[in-house]
Each structure stands twice: as structure tokens, then as C-alpha cells.
């Protein structure tokens, strides 16, 4: 299960997760979901976390997210213990700390491309210069000549690029990525990916969640999770991004 | 979250759904325009009631006699006789009432009157040459009739516009000196007072005034000096109290009564009669108000309708703003903003409509000047208009308290 490298050891950790649970209550059922996961991902690190339906990868991630709190256990997330934190305090970490990427692109529709990306820096508060900081992560992605448009106006892999500029626009300590390959056909797959890859390549951390091997050959390091626990964790040659 | 983006958010929301938005625009719009309509047509009841009651006179006080009571059983107001031209001659003597210009006798009497193959009825009063000045009559045409017809009982008549328009065709000029017959005495024409315009509750047209003497000895056979009431003039607004004060007072000496609560008569100011309407007609004006308010209250109740459907259809969008960091206050914010505007475009809406429509009906005088034209007041205008805003934060609450409390992960599954 310690089968990191030394490199990233010595990287300071983005995510500390100490023995986490979590125990849903489905009327008078209580579905063990977690069943005391450690996780250390550092910085700079692109980790995939594989695993069945039902294995627990959806809370973990957004456990990860700050969208859920663990039952039991110590999350530390970029130094901050995140149990501790109130509603708004999390409201806040999602803000400027995750950003996120998922399935289902989960656009505002009837928001512009730049005004989907922007959205993050209203809620952080920032005025000044959000335009230009919103068109410069469209540009990181490749989209600032599609800023105008609207979700329903771009394709899968456009919609997919804008959200992953909307979840930098913050600066985060992590990209989250739930399946964002998902509803998307092979072509702007591999896109997605690539850019994921060079993202990580830039020295962000990338998080990716997803059941499919051919996703997870671009990460660095790969975890699999079968019934809320860890059962392995490995690194991996990464694949060739021309691939 | 800055003001600004909120509202920016909010038009944007409500521009999705326009139709949906500007039906429920309009459920405020009607409860805003109801509410400034129906108390301004209560304002311009009030309104025309008051100029009636001013043009009955500048500052006058009436004196009636008090109840009859004949064998311990009223016999109605007014219907005393204790009031004599003695009673006149001492409120008109300026050592016992300083503050009284002028007091004139008025006895009415019936008013049937025929020219040639025209008849009439007017309500018919004997008084003095003074009654045109008291009572705020001018003479259109030929002049009231003098000391000298007083006192010489003359059977001259000065009459109102609207005696003219039904005996003589509307011309004033034409009804002078014809001689018309009042309960089938000839009384010759000699003035006509010009109109006061005054429509609705009690023609101050229809008139016909005679030489008190006249009606004594001739319309009503003889059967005493009757005054049926006086009306006395005070200088000034502020000294119609203390002339109303000094008639009591020289009215208790003349019938030797000690015990004011014992009086033979009753005075009643313009000020007094104004009190009255203007309670009855604030009464009017709230009822009317209170039953366009329901329908302000049901506009709301539209809002908040709306906005638990907008809510729900926008869970996922909830759910999308809470992952990227929105606070439980933001999300608050943009659905009560959002409800707030629809409510507050409603209501200026309304505005516009209310006091548009109520400046038409002014202008327009339906029903052949019945109606009293409505009058628009600001404070009515500016309620609305408050209370429709806060209408908008109260049926919002709900529904964007509901959506603020979402949980994001439930409302990012939701399809």
C-alpha cells in the first residue's frame, strides 16, 4: 500500500486523509461507504483513483472536495484540518482551494463561456481584474476565442475545456476530476487528457476519479479502492501523451 | 457577493423565463394599480365632498333650531321654530358678537314654480340681499334683489342655473324679468346666481331665493315668521370657532337659557360637516384600499409560487454555484434579489398603470360627470410601492431560504 515514490514523499502534502470514514443512513440502514481510507497525495502529484461502482470512489471525491465531511478521521487539506471548518469556511476552501472538474461539465447555462469561468472569482469577491483573469485561464485552455458563447453553443470537449478553466481560475491547490472523460467521445478524450497532462506537468495536482483503465495510464500514480478500503497503490509508467 | 452581480444574476435568471416572469410581474402589477386607483377614486370622493362643503360658503356656521318635541315625542331635526328675527338682529349687532360679519335668516319653503308650459320644482328660500355674499353666489346676469324689496316683502326671485336651464332654455338673459309662479304666486325674475359647477351630491344650482318677507306673506300663508335656519359669516378661517362661540352665546341671552346643554338650537360649522365627511370618506378610502390590497397579497403569493418552481428547477445550478464556493448567504441573496426585483418592476409597473389609468378617469369624467374624478395621493403611491417590494422579500424568503439550505451534493445529482 506505501508504494510511493521517494520524489513525491519529500513533496509537501496537498491531501492528508487519516483513516477516513463515512456512514450513510438509508432509513434505518447504515451503508458503510468508507471503511478507514489513508491517502497522502503531494504536491504536484497526478493520482487516479480507480475502482467499481459502489466501491466508495464518488464519496471519497467529494469528501476530497470538502462537499461532505467524513464520519470519522483527520483530513488535512493543503495544512487546513478540514473537520474543523463551518459551512462557509468550506464554502470558501471549494472556492479557492478545489477546483473542480466534472462528468457532466456542469456549466451555468444561459452564462457565457467567460461568465461560467468567472463565477468563482464573484463568490471570492474579487472585482477588479476577473475579466481579464477568466479570459487568460480560457486562453490556458484554449477556448478565449469561444469566450462569448454559450454552453449550448460549444461541444462536449469545448464545454469540458471551459469547466477546467473555471476550476483554475482560482489558482487551487488541486484539480479534482470526476470522470471528466465520461460523456465525451475518444477524440476529446484524449484532449482532455492531454491537457490534464500538461496541466500536471506545470506542477498542479491533479486528483482524477474514474473506472476506465485507458484514463487512468495518464496519471502518475494509481489508487483502487474495492469496498471503502484501499487495496492498492501504485506508481505507473505514465503513458505517452501523443497516444 | 457584490450587489451588483446579484442583481446581474437575477436578470438573467428571470430573463430565461420571460413569459413566466411577466405573468407573475403582472399578478403585482394589478394588486399596485388596484391599490392607487381604488384610494384615489376614494381620495377624489373625498376631495369633491370637500369642495362641496367649501363652496357652501367661506366661513359660515349654521344655526338650526332643535328638535320639536310635542307631547315628549320628537318631531325631527330641525323642526323647532325658535329661531326669530330677533335672534338675526342680535347675532348682526356688532357690540354683543364682535366676530360675526354678517347672520341671515333663511326659511325654506316649497318650491313648485311653472312658466308658461314649464314646471319645476327648486328648493325654494326666503332670505336676505346678503345671502349671495354668505353663501358664495355670484349674479350672472341682472342683480339680488335689494333692502328696499326686503322690506317691502316685493315678490322678486333670483334664481340658479339650473331653475334657467329648465324653465327658460339655459340663457340667463332671457329669464330676466319674466315673471314665474312659485306655489301659483307671480314672482318676477330680477338676478340669476352664476353657476357653481358643483355636480353629484346636492345641485347648489337648483335654487330659487326670495325676500324673506315674501315667502313669509306668501308662500307660507301667513303662519308666522318662520326660521327654519341662520347662517352667520365669520372675518376669517380662524374665527369661525369664536364666532360659533358668540352666536351660542348670544342666542342662550336672547332665549334666556342658563344651562348651555340645555339649548334650543345647534350651531354646526363648515369645519364641523368637513370633520364628519371627511371621517366617512377616510373610512371610504381605507375600505376600498384594504380589498386592493387583497389582491396585493395575492400577487405575492404568485412570487412565491414562482419562485419554489424556479428553485426547483434550478437545484442543479444550486448545487454547481455551492461547489464552486458559494456561501449559504449568496445563494439567499440571488433568489431573494430575484424575487424582490420581480416584485419591484411589478410595482412600478403598477404605478404607471394606477395613476395612469386614474389621470384618465379624471380626465375622462365617465358617467356623465357622477363620478368624482380620482385624485392620485403620493403616500398611497409610495405604500404601494413598499409594500409591494416587501412582499417580494417576504414570499422570497421560502423559496430561496430553501434553495440556500440545498445540500451540494444531493443538488448536483439532481436531475
Not at chain 1, 165 to 172: F, G, N
Not at chain 2, 2 to 15: F, H, Q, R, T
Not at chain 2, 46 to 71: D, F, H, R, T
Not at chain 2, 253 to 268: E, R, V, Y
Amino acid at each position: 500500500m506505501t508504494g510511493q515514490t521517494a520524489g513525491v514523499r519529500q513533496a509537501p502534502a496537498m491531501i492528508e486523509l487519516e483513516d477516513i470514514t463515512k456512514v450513510y443512513r438509508m432509513g434505518s440502514v447504515a451503508v458503510h461507504a468508507l471503511k478507514g481510507v489513508s491517502l497522502r497525495v503531494g504536491a504536484g502529484e497526478f493520482v487516479a483513483i480507480m475502482g467499481a461502482s459502489g466501491s466508495g470512489k464518488t464519496t471519497l471525491m467529494n469528501i476530497i472536495g470538502c462537499l461532505d465531511l467524513p464520519t470519522t478521521g483527520r483530513y488535512i487539506l493543503d495544512g487546513v484540518d478540514v473537520r474543523r471548518l463551518n459551512d462557509n469556511q468550506l464554502a470558501a476552501i471549494r472556492n479557492l482551494k478545489i477546483g473542480f472538474v466534472f462528468q457532466s461539465f456542469n456549466l451555468i447555462p444561459r452564462s457565457t463561456a467567460v461568465h461560467n469561468v468567472e463565477m468563482p472569482l464573484i463568490y471570492a469577491g474579487v472585482n477588479s481584474n476577473r475579466r481579464q483573469l477568466a479570459m487568460a485561464a480560457l486562453e490556458a485552455v484554449g477556448l478565449a476565442d469561444r469566450a462569448r458563447h454559450q454552453p449550448t453553443e460549444l461541444s462536449g470537449g469545448q464545454q469540458q475545456r471551459c469547466a477546467i478553466a473555471r476550476a483554475l481560475v482560482t489558482e487551487p491547490a488541486i484539480l479534482l476530476a470526476d470522470e471528466p472523460t465520461g460523456n465525451l467521445d475518444s477524440e476529446s478524450s484524449g484532449e482532455i487528457m492531454k491537457l490534464l497532462v500538461q496541466l500536471n506537468s506545470e506542477g498542479r495536482t491533479i486528483v482524477l476519479i474514474t473506472h476506465e483503465n485507458d484514463i487512468a495510464r495518464f496519471a502518475k500514480r494509481i489508487v483502487r479502492l474495492r469496498d471503502g478500503l484501499v487495496v492498492s497503490d501504485a506508481p505507473q509508467q505514465r503513458a505517452e501523451v501523443s497516444a | 457577493m457584490k450587489l451588483i452581480e446579484a442583481l446581474a444574476l437575477a436578470v438573467s435568471g428571470l430573463n430565461a423565463n420571460r413569459l413566466r416572469s411577466a405573468l407573475t410581474v403582472l399578478g403585482i402589477l394589478i394588486g399596485v394599480a388596484a391599490v392607487i386607483l381604488l384610494v384615489a377614486v376614494g381620495n377624489g370622493t373625498s376631495v369633491q365632498i370637500q369642495n362641496q362643503i367649501q363652496g357652501l360658503g367661506s366661513n359660515i356656521v349654521y344655526i338650526y333650531p332643535s328638535n320639536a318635541k310635542v307631547g315628549g315625542v320628537s318631531q325631527g331635526f330641525g323642526s323647532g321654530q325658535t329661531l326669530t328675527q330677533a335672534d338675526v338682529d342680535a347675532l348682526n349687532d356688532k357690540t354683543q358678537a364682535p366676530d360675526i360679519v354678517t347672520a341671515i335668516p333663511v326659511s325654506q319653503t316649497a318650491g313648485i314654480m311653472v312658466y308658461q308650459n314649464q314646471n319645476w320644482f327648486a328648493q325654494t328660500s326666503g332670505s336676505t340681499q346678503d345671502f349671495a355674499e354668505v353663501r358664495n353666489y355670484d349674479v350672472a346676469a341682472g342683480a339680488m334683489f335689494t333692502d328696499s324689496d326686503l322690506r317691502s316683502a316685493a315678490k322678486v326671485v333670483v334664481i340658479g342655473q339650473t331653475v334657467v336651464d329648465n324653465l327658460f332654455g339655459g340663457d340667463p338673459n332671457t329669464a330676466l324679468d319674466k315673471t314665474i309662479k312659485i306655489q301659483r304666486q307671480p314672482f318676477r325674475v330680477v338676478g340669476v346666481f352664476a353657476s357653481k359647477g358643483s355636480q353629484g351630491l346636492g345641485n347648489q344650482d337648483n335654487i330659487a331665493i326670495v325676500p324673506i318677507t315674501a315667502a313669509w306673506s306668501y308662500l307660507q300663508g301667513g303662519r308666522g315668521k318662520n326660521i327654519s335656519q341662520i347662517v352667520i359669516q365669520a372675518p376669517s378661517p380662524d374665527a369661525v370657532k369664536t364666532a360659533q362661540d358668540e352666536a351660542t352665546q348670544v342666542l342662550l341671552n336672547q332665549h334666556k337659557i342658563g344651562d348651555p346643554s340645555l339649548a334650543d338650537f345647534t350651531t354646526q360649522s363648515q369645519q364641523d360637516i368637513l370633520n364628519s365627511a371627511t371621517q366617512i370618506t377616510g373610512i371610504l378610502t381605507a375600505v376600498l384600499g384594504a380589498i386592493a390590497g387583497i389582491s396585493l397579497v395575492v400577487g405575492g403569493i404568485g412570487i412565491m409560487n414562482i419562485m419554489l418552481v424556479t428553485v426547483t428547477e434550478r437545484t442543479r445550478e444550486i448545487g454547481i454555484r455551492k461547489a464552486i464556493g458559494a456561501r449559504r448567504s449568496d445563494i439567499l441573496l440571488q433568489f431573494l434579489i430575484e424575487s424582490m426585483f420581480l416584485s419591484a418592476f411589478g410595482g412600478v409597473l403598477g404605478i404607471i398603470v394606477g395613476t395612469g389609468v386614474s389621470d384618465w378617469l379624471a380626465t375622462a369624467r365617465i358617467a356623465s360627470g357622477q363620478f368624482p374624478p380620482p385624485v392620485v395621493s403620493i403616500p398611497s403611491v409610495l405604500l404601494a410601492f413598499g409594500v409591494s417590494v416587501g412582499i417580494g422579500l417576504f414570499f422570497g424568503i421560502y423559496p430561496a431560504n430553501r434553495a440556500a439550505g440545498l445540500h451540494p451534493i444531493e443538488a448536483l445529482r439532481y436531475e
